[in-house]
């Protein structure tokens, strides 16, 4: 995964470029200070997905960075990140057509997770909502929950439900109208942090054979 980073805290930006190359999947192609920079980057460095920051350099928006980016290059994902609880962001990135919406005070290997998640297709955004176990979930639902909190792509998960990538995606999106969640990977982390799901370490794939 080819990423951009754009965030104005240079020691900020600095920590991040270090643990993103780090990865054995990720590499950092571009860096820079102002959102007003982040198309060109994306474009010329070629950029899988962009990580910026909601306010930049000399005043300039991610999120309206985010959103011409997304009118020219509909096909490179973005994260936006922010350090300020300012709900507005969240609904102000959602119709600029952002990807993923983190906040700063995540950890590394969480945003590293939807940073992966995103790079498939899922979209993470803040959420009020906890994870209610009287929601009725089949086995196949509960299976996808769990293999996509064992960070499989749709189409490993497709193949291992025997299902097709049509079906998996609305399978997906009946499980979020059942739930009210708005992100497949926030729901399986939280079912399984309330007990509702066991990892497949501990207890047998219901659809595996």
């Known amino acids: 995964m080819r990423v951009a980073i754009v965030e104005d805290q240079m020691m900020l930006r600095d920590s991040l470029a270090r643990t993103i190359d780090?990865?054995?999947?990720?590499?950092?192609?571009g860096e820079a200070s102002d959102a007003a920079d982040a198309i060109a980057?994306?474009?010329?460095?070629?950029?899988?997905?962009?990580?910026?920051?909601?306010c930049t350099e000399n005043g300039s928006s991610g999120i309206a960075a985010a959103r011409r980016l997304k009118e020219l290059h509909p096909d490179i994902r973005i994260v936006i990140m922010t350090g300020m609880p300012e709900i507005t962001f969240v609904k102000q990135a959602r119709e600029a057509?952002?990807?993923?919406?983190?906040?700063?005070?995540?950890?590394?290997?969480?945003?590293?997770?939807?940073?992966?998640a995103t790079a498939e297709g899922y979209t993470t955004f803040p959420?009020?909502?906890r994870f209610d176990e009287k929601v009725p979930l089949s086995d196949e639902e509960i299976a996808i929950l769990r293999l996509v909190c064992e960070t499989k792509t749709r189409k490993e998960i497709a193949a291992r439900l025997f299902l097709s990538e049509?079906?998996?995606?609305?399978?997906i999106s009946e499980i979020l109208a059942k739930t009210g969640y708005d992100s497949i990977?926030?729901?399986a982390v939280n079912a399984v942090s309330n007990g509702y799901i066991v990892p497949s370490v501990k207890?047998?794939?219901?659809l595996e054979k």
């Open 22 to 29: 780090a990865q054995k999947d990720m590499q950092v192609v």
């Open 185 to 187: 990977l926030k729901l």
């Open 166 to 171: 049509g079906t998996l995606k609305r399978r």
């Open 127 to 129: 959420h009020e909502k």
């Open 97 to 116: 057509g952002v990807d993923s919406f983190v906040y700063k005070n995540i950890g590394t290997d969480e945003l590293l997770a939807v940073m992966r």
């Open 41 to 54: 980057i994306a474009r010329t460095q070629k950029a899988d997905l962009v990580l910026m920051d909601v």
């Open 203 to 206: 207890e047998p794939d219901p």
